[in-house]
């Protein structure tokens, strides 16, 4: 067994940067130095840390006094300023990779860029992010976390430990849905180095070990990115974790290791690998007469040399293929009839490639096998079941990679990363090829029998990677064409509502082909969204608007299904007309009334009231039930006038007001008849009086 370390493993410039200034800070301060949550995920530092006297704290509220270390993660900004306002020194180690990806994200905020994230939302790094941007960004994991939505302008940045293919499907997303996206590459150049190295080294072994914290993610990553090449990976934390079973003597061994992991944790792992390969050799080492045990049974030389030539005359030779019939089963393996003398033999590991407890899990009395033989030795034939379902296997797979062929097989179990599958050898199918769907929970498929495609084949290194999402591919292509050559523009069909986005609904009009319901084709009157008038699992009549085969891209039409109401709006209503209606919506210059559905008038809002208006919500609202009076129609162009002034009851109505100037005349004129009616009578009493004097001094 030999050992291979990939050329960058371990200790990152961060982590190696955050330790040392917490050692610093031990050796300085004493024993008040904490650290806000585990300083880096790897438990064998954290215990060092703890005895050095560093403990650890979840919050900044847990320290009265001391010294409180930010680790390379980072946090929330608010968080520094809690902990310097309570009087605490801080050791700020937070990673300069991680400190830029703070200033990227806030540029994009500035800039009106929608800040997204790739990474995990729960991850401490990426709960730092969050913070330094007041929470004003989301979070994905992969493209199916954005639910087919569509952007205006986005800003994408990465969690420094994030995978750079993840990063490159998201992009790819947004390239396509976004009107403007702008992209900083923010994985570190470490992440990168450290996971293409176990990428290559993957490629040249047998299994890889990775070693770090299990709670790490870029530990986690490591693991995924191997599984992904190799099905025999495992994850590791300590040395005394390894399990002899897993390797065989002639196996190449890969090794790599989390940003978290120090250099004497690796030097652990491998010093206790070699142990186990010299504890092996000498478990094998074969038996002579000094060290044999004593033995019952024993065969007699001269039954020994009788055996021997009954085999030589058998003829049969290493590697030869064998039809055998299994005639009895112990818990050591299989006994069959390979049609000699002599039994043959078929020991417990030989019959399968998986870990089996009995021979009865594969086969059973009676039943015809095929086998390889392995060899003779001492009178006993031995063979390989294993070796000749391989044998078959290979030859199967390769002819069905050539022709792409489909066939079925058997889901045997769930592992990290995916499924594996029973092919007569171990074929492993990855999460993102299980389905065209992202599927949350891969252990309902475990037992299940699903059709596969080769999706990749290494002979040399047994590697076997099969896809189901190939086949649902294949076969979904194979019912747009169906439903391409059998539908045209202008049918109605029956559909399924799948799903619903901000702008409209996905369709499936048969097969699984799904067509696009816009939200603007849903209704003739106005819809705010598409939830409003059909939900997910409705079934609706729809009409095809159109068809683009070159893109695969069917639109669909709600509104159409039903008569356009406004082709009798001219014969339904009349000018002048007074109808009811419910304000929709509230404008600038006046608000829309509807009428019925499908119908809406404007109100301008000089026809709101008698009196002048400023601003239409004075008058009305939203949900409004009003009475209007219908001004004009123009169904040629979609138009009704309203007026909720006119439509006023006359008992409503105010009494028109007098302007000032005329008060003011009227008043003269009614001065004016007042000092004429008074002038006149005081004359006429003067006249009567004078000439009564007159007759008085005549007489």
């Given amino acids: 067994m030999k050992i291979f370390i990939a050329e960058y493993a371990g200790f990152c410039f961060g982590v190696e940067r955050a330790l040392k200034k917490t050692e610093t800070a031990i050796k300085k301060n004493g024993p008040n130095v904490y650290t806000l949550g585990p300083l880096i995920h790897n438990p064998q530092v954290i215990e060092q840390l703890k005895k050095s006297g560093a403990e650890i704290v979840d919050s900044v509220s847990e320290v009265d006094k001391g010294t409180i270390v930010i680790r390379s993660h980072g946090v929330d900004p608010k968080i520094i300023k809690k902990a310097k306002a309570a009087g605490l020194t801080v050791v700020d180690a937070t990673c300069p990779y991680v400190k830029r990806v703070h200033e990227f994200a806030k540029l994009l905020l500035e800039q009106g860029y929608l800040v997204v994230i790739v990474g995990e939302k729960n991850h401490p790094e990426v709960q730092g992010l969050l913070g330094a941007i007041d929470n004003q960004g989301i979070v994905v994991l992969g493209p199916e976390d954005f639910e087919g939505k569509r952007f205006d302008k986005v800003g994408v940045v990465a969690q420094t430990t994030q995978s750079q293919k993840i990063l490159k499907d998201c992009v790819a997303y947004l390239v396509d849905t976004a009107r403007e996206i702008r992209v900083f590459p923010t994985i570190c150049q470490a992440t990168e180095s450290r996971q293409s190295s176990a990428i290559e080294l993957a490629k040249r072994v047998d299994v890889m070990v990775v070693v770090g914290g299990k709670e790490s993610g870029n530990t986690r990553r490591l693991y995924e990115l191997c599984l992904d090449v190799i099905p025999r990976v495992y994850l590791i ?59 019952t049974d024993e065969v007699s030389e001269e039954d020994q040399e009788v055996m021997m030539q009954d085999l030589e005359q058998s003829q049969l030779k290493k590697g030869e293929v064998l039809e055998v019939t299994v005639v009895s089963i112990d818990k050591e393996g299989v006994y069959v009839d390979v049609g000699q003398k002599e039994e043959g033999f078929i020991p417990l590991r030989e019959l399968s490639y998986r870990y089996i407890e009995s021979p009865d899990a594969v086969v059973e009395i009676g039943q015809k ?77 475990v037992g299940q029998t699903m059709d596969f495609k080769v999706l990749e084949l290494e002979t040399e290194r047994k590697n076997v990677v099969l896809s189901h999402r190939l086949v649902e591919e294949d076969e979904l292509e194979a019912k747009k064409k169906e439903v391409f050559d059998n539908l045209e523009a202008g049918q109605i069909v029956e559909g399924i509502v799948r799903r619903i986005t901000d702008f409209g609904a996905f369709v499936d009009i048969g097969s699984g082909v799904e067509g696009l319901l816009h939200v603007s084709e ?22 095809i608007l159109s068809m683009d085969k070159e893109r695969d891209r069917i639109s669909l039409g709600l509104k159409q299904t039903k008569a356009d109401p406004w082709t009798e709006v001219e014969n339904k209503y009349q000018v002048g007309e007074i109808i009811e209606g419910t304000v929709t919506r509230v404008v600038d210059f006046g608000c829309f009334v509807k009428i019925e559905d ?59 007001p007098v302007s000032s100037k005329r008060k003011e005349a009227r008043q003269n004129v009614r001065e004016e008849s007042k000092e004429e009616t008074f002038g006149t009578t005081i004359g006429s009493q003067f006249s009567q009086l004078e000439e009564l004097k007159k007759k008085l001094e005549g007489n």
């Avoid at 849903?522 to 009409?543: I, L």
């Fill in 522 to 543: 849903m209704a003739w009157s106005r819809v705010d969204h598409p939830s409003d008038v059909v939900a997910e699992g409705d079934t609706v009549n729809v009409k």
């Fill in 237 to 295: 934390e300590r040395p005394d974790e390894l399990e002899a079973d897993w390797f065989n003597p002639t196996d190449n061994v890969g090794l790599t290791a989390g940003a978290s992991t120090p250099d004497w944790v690796i030097e652990g792992v491998v010093e206790r690998m070699s142990e186990m390969e010299k504890q092996e050799l000498q478990e094998n080492v074969p038996v002579t007469e000094e060290n044999s045990a004593p033995v």
């Fill in 598 to 656: 499908g119908i809406e008038g404007l109100v301008h809002i000089s026809q709101l009231a008698h009196h002048r208006v400023a601003t239409a919500s004075e008058v009305v609202k939203p949900g409004d039930v009003v009475k209007v009076k219908i001004l004009n129609v123009d169904a040629e162009k979609r138009r009704i006038g309203l007026s909720i002034r006119d439509a006023l009851p006359e008992s409503e109505k105010p009494v028109k």
């Fill in 369 to 445: 096998v095929n086998v390889v033989v392995d060899k003779v030795e001492e009178g006993k034939i031995y063979l390989s079941k294993k070796d000749a379902d391989q044998q078959t296997a290979w030859k199967f797979l390769t002819e069905a990679k050539e022709e792409n062929k489909v066939f079925s097989a058997s889901v045997v179990e769930k592992v990290k990363g995916g499924l594996l599958v029973d092919i007569g050898v171990r074929g492993f199918v990855p999460a993102s090829h299980v389905s065209r769907q992202f599927v949350e929970d891969l252990d309902q498929f």
